[in-house]
C-alpha cells in the first residue's frame, strides 16, 4: 500500500481519477489513475455507446471539485491482470467515495466479505440511504438523466461551422493532443453536445506524434513542456470556444480559447512555447496584433523556440519621410525624400495585377489600370511616411535592387487599402515582412469575402484610349470639341520637357499630346548621351514636381504641325504652368503665340518679374536694358485690329483698362449676378485657406459691397490684407482678407473682361509726374460715358497700343483721343518703335507731331515753360 498527495489532473468518471505527481526536470510530471473503492459511478459513454444515465452530471461533480486542487490518496489494492489502483482519496481530510454517495451521483459495488467490516463500507450505507430518501443525483426520479453527445459531425466541417460561427460556446477541454491541438466538449446552442478536435486559431505548438500505425514518432523540441502548460491550465477546465475557421483539408477546426485568466495561445506564444501561425492568425477573434506583439517579447527574450533567434539588421535611413513624386505600377512608387533623393520603393508583401499584352489602341487591364490610379490618387504629391521592411537581391524577376517597405499616409497603409479592395494580392513569406504582414492578410481575406476588385466575379474591366494627337490629321478632328468645351479635365501621365506633356482624358477616354502656349521652354536630353539646353534639365524638373501624374484642367487654343493640342494648363484650378515657369525664369514668352493668348498680360508680367529678379535664364541679363527691334519689312502693310471699347479704369491720362464690347460683355452681366446670388448663400473661405498672389478670388468691393472677380497681386502681411485687381474692369484696392474668398470653378470659365492699354504713338505723364494729375483728369473727360472705337496699333508683353475714336464725331487722325491729349500740352509723341516708323502709319504720327506744334507754340501744360520735354523716350508707363 503506498500513499500521498498529488494534483487532480483529470477526472474520467465519477469513480476513476488521474492524479499528477511534482514537475521533473526535463519533463512533465508522472501520473497514475486511482479508482475509488467501494463505490461504482455511472460511465460516459462513446462514439460506439451512449451515456449511462447521470454520467456525465456525475462526472462534472466531481470534475469540479477535484481537477487542479492538491489531495491525499492513498492506494489500497492493484488488479494484477489490468494493474489498475484502486484506493480513497481525500479532499479536506474528507473521503471523496463518502462525498459521492451522499450526494447521490455514485452507488455501492458489490462489497467482498473481506471487506464487510471496514468502517467506510459500513458509512456509505449510512450515506446511500439518505441520497435515496432525498432523490438526490442517481436517484432523481424527474428525468433520465442522459445526455444527447455528438462524437463527430453530422455533415461537413463547413457546414458545421456557418451555424456556429463567432458565437462563443461553453466548453470542456477533455483532452490535449500537443500544445496547440485539443479535444474540446463543446455545448451547443440547443443544450446537446459535440465533441470536436480543435486547433487553436493562431499558433503552431511543436508536435507530438507517436503510437500512429505506419508512421515514426516525432516529438519536437519544447513540444512535451508546451503540452504540460496547456494541461495544467486548461485540461478539464471549462473554457469558451469560438470557431473561427475550417482548415484547407476540410476537416480540421480552428477556434480561439478563452479562459478567465487569459487567452492559452497568448500564453503559449509570450513563453516562446509556440509560434504565429501566418495563415489562421488573420481569423483570430480581436485580431492578431496581440499574438504578434507577444511573439515579438519572445524573441527579445530569446527563450525556449527562439533561443537561437537573430534579430535582422535594419540598413541605414530604413525610415524616412518623403513626397510621392511618381506612381510606377501598382505596386510601386517613386518618393522624393526631404533631402532631395528619389527612391523606389515596393510595397512590401504585395503584388498588384499585371498588364495583360496590349492591342493597337487598346490597353486591356486585369486590374493593373484601377491600381495604378488608386495609388495615384491616394499618393502623387502627398506627404508620407517610409519603412523599410526588407531590401530584395537582385533577381530574374527584379534586376536591380528592390527597398520593399510600409508607405503610410497619415495612419493609413495605402498596401492594406490596395489589398482590401481587391486591386493586389498579397505575397506569403516566412522571412521577408511588411510591419504590417497580418492586417495585410486580413485584408485580403476580407477582400475575397465580399468578391472585391480581382475576386470579382465580374471579367477584368478593359480600357481603350484612341490618341488625339497620333496624327495632325486626327487632331484636326478632336479640335473643334476640345474649343468648344472651355476648361478639360485631364490627367498629366509623362512630361517630356517643362512645356510639353503627354495626358490621359478620362472622360473622352483618350490620350493627347499637349504644348503650353505662349511660351519657349529650353529642351531637355531625352537620352544620357544627348545635351539639355541652358536650364531645360531645371525646367523639365519644376514642372515634373508639380504636375507629374497630377489632375489638371486644360484649355485647347490650337494645333501644332505634329498634332500636339497648344494651350492653357491650370494646376489647383487657378495656377497657371506656363506663368510659373515664366516666374522662375525657366521659360521665355512667345511673342506670337502669346499676343494671341488672352492670358498674354498675365505671361508678359510674369516674365517681367523674372528678368526682374533676374532668375535663372535672365541671372546674365540687365532687365533695364533696351532690346534690339525687329527689321520691319515695309513692303507690307501693318496690321491693325478694329474694336470697339469703353474705359473702365484709368491708371494715368495714357494708361488704362478698356472692355472689349462683345458678347462676353453680355455673358458678365449675368455672372455678376449669378455671382452675387452665390456669395448670398456662401461668402466665407475654408479654414486655413490663403489666398496666394497670381490666384483668381472672389472679392467684396469696398464702394458698393458687392462680389466681383479678382486677382491677388500683393499680400500685406502686417495688416492682414491683400492687393487686388478686379480683372473685369482693372482698378485696384487693398482688402481685408475677410473680404476674400476661393472663386468657385464654374465663374472662372468667361475670360477676363478688363485689358490693359495705352494710347499709341504717344507718352503722357503718370500721375506721380508734372501735368499727370491735370493729363489724367482730361482723358477722364474725353472718354466718360462713351462708346468708343480703339484701333489696336501693336500688342506688346499682353497690352494693347490703341488709338481711339469717338466714331460719334469722327474717325480722322486728327481727331483721335491720342491727337486731342497732344494738343493740349499733354502728351508728346514716341516715334522711337518699328511700328511708328511703318510707312502706313507715318501719316497718323506725322498728324500727331502737328498737334505737338501748336500746343508748344501755345505753351499749354507740358510746354508752359517751353519746349523742355525729350520727345522720345524709351519708358511708356
Not at 467 to 494: C, H, M, W
Not at 668 to 690: C, Q, R, V, Y
Amino acid at each position: 500500500m503506498s500513499s500521498g498527495k498529488a494534483v487532480v489532473k483529470s477526472v474520467l468518471s465519477a469513480d476513476m481519477v488521474v492524479l499528477s505527481g511534482r514537475p521533473r526536470a526535463g519533463g512533465p510530471p508522472a501520473t497514475r489513475t486511482l479508482g475509488l473503492n467501494y463505490i461504482q459511478a455511472p460511465k460516459l459513454g462513446n462514439k460506439d455507446r451512449a451515456d449511462e444515465p447521470f454520467a456525465f452530471a456525475a462526472r462534472n461533480f466531481l470534475r469540479k471539485l477535484l481537477v487542479g486542487k492538491e489531495v491525499m490518496f492513498r492506494v489500497d489494492h492493484t488488479i494484477p491482470s489490468t494493474g489498475r489502483e484502486y484506493g480513497a482519496i481525500y479532499l479536506n481530510q474528507e473521503n471523496l467515495a463518502h462525498t459521492l454517495v451522499r450526494e447521490g451521483w455514485a452507488d455501492i459495488r458489490e462489497i467482498r466479505a473481506a471487506e464487510a467490516g471496514n468502517v467506510d463500507v459500513e458509512a456509505l450505507y449510512s450515506y446511500r440511504a439518505e441520497a435515496q430518501a432525498a432523490k438526490r443525483g442517481i436517484w432523481a426520479e424527474d428525468g433520465s438523466g442522459v445526455r444527447k453527445a455528438h462524437y463527430t459531425l453530422d455533415g461537413s466541417a463547413d457546414e458545421f461551422l456557418e451555424k456556429v460561427k463567432g458565437k462563443q460556446l461553453p466548453a470542456i477541454i477533455e483532452s490535449i493532443r500537443d500544445g496547440s491541438t485539443v479535444r474540446a466538449c463543446v455545448t451547443l446552442p440547443n443544450g446537446e453536445y459535440q465533441y470536436l478536435t480543435l486547433m487553436i486559431s493562431g499558433i503552431r505548438a511543436p508536435i507530438i506524434r507517436q503510437g500512429i500505425a505506419n508512421t515514426d514518432d516525432l516529438v519536437e523540441p519544447f513540444a512535451e513542456e508546451a503540452k504540460y502548460f496547456v494541461e495544467s491550465r486548461l485540461l478539464q477546465r471549462e473554457v469558451r470556444v469560438i470557431l473561427e475557421l475550417v482548415g484547407q483539408n476540410g476537416q480540421n477546426i480552428f477556434a480561439s480559447i478563452l479562459h478567465p485568466a487569459g487567452n492559452i495561445a497568448e500564453a503559449l506564444v509570450s513563453n516562446g512555447l509556440a509560434k504565429v501561425a501566418d495563415w489562421s492568425i488573420t481569423h483570430v477573434t480581436g485580431g492578431p496584433s496581440v499574438l504578434r506583439e507577444a511573439e515579438r517579447k519572445a524573441q527579445a527574450s530569446k527563450i525556449r523556440l527562439w533561443q537561437d533567434h537573430v534579430e535582422k539588421a535594419k540598413g541605414q535611413d530604413h525610415e524616412f519621410d518623403g513626397v510621392v513624386a511618381r506612381v510606377m505600377t501598382g505596386d510601386t512608387v517613386i518618393v522624393r525624400n526631404n533631402k532631395g533623393q528619389e527612391r523606389k520603393v515596393r510595397l512590401s508583401n504585395v503584388k498588384a495585377p499585371s498588364r495583360l499584352p496590349q492591342q493597337k489602341g487598346i490597353e486591356i487591364a486585369s486590374f493593373d489600370y484601377e491600381a495604378k490610379e488608386f495609388l495615384r490618387k491616394r499618393l502623387i504629391g502627398k506627404n508620407v511616411h517610409v519603412t523599410i521592411d526588407y531590401v530584395k537581391p537582385p533577381s530574374d524577376q527584379f534586376p536591380e535592387t528592390t527597398e520593399c517597405g510600409t508607405v503610410k499616409v497619415g495612419e493609413v497603409n495605402v498596401a492594406e487599402q490596395l489589398v482590401l479592395r481587391g486591386l493586389a494580392d498579397v505575397i506569403k513569406s516566412r522571412e521577408d515582412r511588411s510591419q504590417f504582414y497580418d492586417q495585410l492578410l486580413v485584408a485580403e481575406t476580407k477582400a475575397k469575402t465580399d468578391g472585391k476588385g480581382k475576386h470579382s466575379t465580374k471579367e477584368a474591366p478593359k480600357y481603350k484610349f484612341s490618341d488625339a494627337s497620333e496624327n495632325a490629321t486626327k487632331a484636326k478632328q478632336f479640335l473643334p470639341f476640345f474649343q468648344r468645351g472651355g476648361r478639360t479635365q485631364a490627367i498629366v501621365e509623362y512630361v517630356a520637357n517643362g512645356s510639353r506633356f503627354k495626358l490621359i482624358i478620362p472622360k473622352e477616354n483618350c490620350k493627347m499630346t499637349f504644348v503650353l502656349g505662349g511660351v519657349r521652354c529650353p529642351r531637355a536630353a531625352r537620352t544620357p548621351a544627348e545635351k539639355s539646353e541652358p536650364f531645360g534639365a531645371e525646367a523639365l524638373d519644376f514642372v515634373s514636381r508639380r504636375c507629374q501624374q497630377r489632375e489638371v484642367e486644360v484649355e485647347v487654343e490650337s494645333l501644332d504641325k505634329t498634332g500636339g493640342f497648344i494651350g492653357t494648363m491650370w494646376l489647383n484650378k487657378t495656377d497657371n504652368v506656363a506663368a510659373q515657369l515664366l516666374e522662375e525664369g525657366l521659360a521665355t514668352v512667345h511673342g506670337y503665340s502669346a499676343d494671341q493668348s488672352k492670358h498674354a498680360t498675365l505671361l508678359y508680367s510674369a516674365e517681367r518679374s523674372a528678368k526682374q529678379a533676374r532668375k535663372n535664364l535672365w541671372a546674365n541679363v540687365d532687365p533695364n536694358a533696351v532690346e534690339e527691334e525687329e527689321e520691319v519689312d515695309e513692303t507690307k502693310p501693318a496690321k491693325k485690329e478694329y474694336l470697339d471699347v469703353v474705359v473702365s479704369e484709368i491708371i494715368s491720362g495714357g494708361h488704362f483698362y478698356v472692355q472689349v464690347n462683345n458678347q462676353n460683355i453680355q455673358g458678365l452681366e449675368k455672372m455678376m449676378s449669378e455671382l452675387g446670388i452665390h456669395h448670398k448663400a456662401s461668402s466665407t473661405a475654408p479654414d486655413n485657406w490663403k489666398p496666394r498672389v497670381g490666384e483668381t478670388v472672389s472679392a467684396k468691393f469696398t464702394e458698393d459691397n458687392q462680389w466681383y472677380r479678382a486677382k491677388v497681386t500683393r499680400n500685406v502681411a502686417e495688416s492682414k490684407s491683400v492687393e487686388v485687381i478686379y480683372v473685369d474692369y482693372g482698378n485696384s484696392e487693398v482688402i481685408p482678407l475677410t473680404r476674400v474668398v476661393p472663386l468657385p470653378a464654374q465663374f472662372s470659365k468667361l475670360p477676363q473682361q478688363a485689358q490693359e492699354a495705352v494710347l499709341s504713338y504717344v507718352k503722357v505723364p503718370t500721375v506721380k509726374e508734372d501735368y499727370g494729375i491735370e493729363a489724367a483728369n482730361r482723358f477722364r473727360d474725353l472718354v466718360a460715358g462713351r462708346n468708343l472705337v480703339g484701333v489696336v496699333e501693336q500688342r506688346e508683353h499682353g497690352v494693347m497700343h490703341l488709338t481711339l475714336y469717338d466714331p460719334t464725331i469722327s474717325q480722322d487722325p486728327d481727331r483721335s483721343l491720342n491727337a486731342e491729349m497732344v494738343r493740349d500740352g499733354l502728351a508728346t509723341v514716341f516715334t522711337k518703335t518699328r511700328y511708328a516708323r511703318h510707312p502706313s502709319n507715318q501719316n497718323l504720327v506725322a498728324k500727331f507731331q502737328e498737334s505737338t506744334s501748336l500746343a508748344k507754340r501755345e505753351r499749354l501744360n507740358l510746354f508752359e515753360y517751353g519746349d523742355n520735354t525729350a520727345d522720345d523716350e524709351d519708358s511708356r508707363y
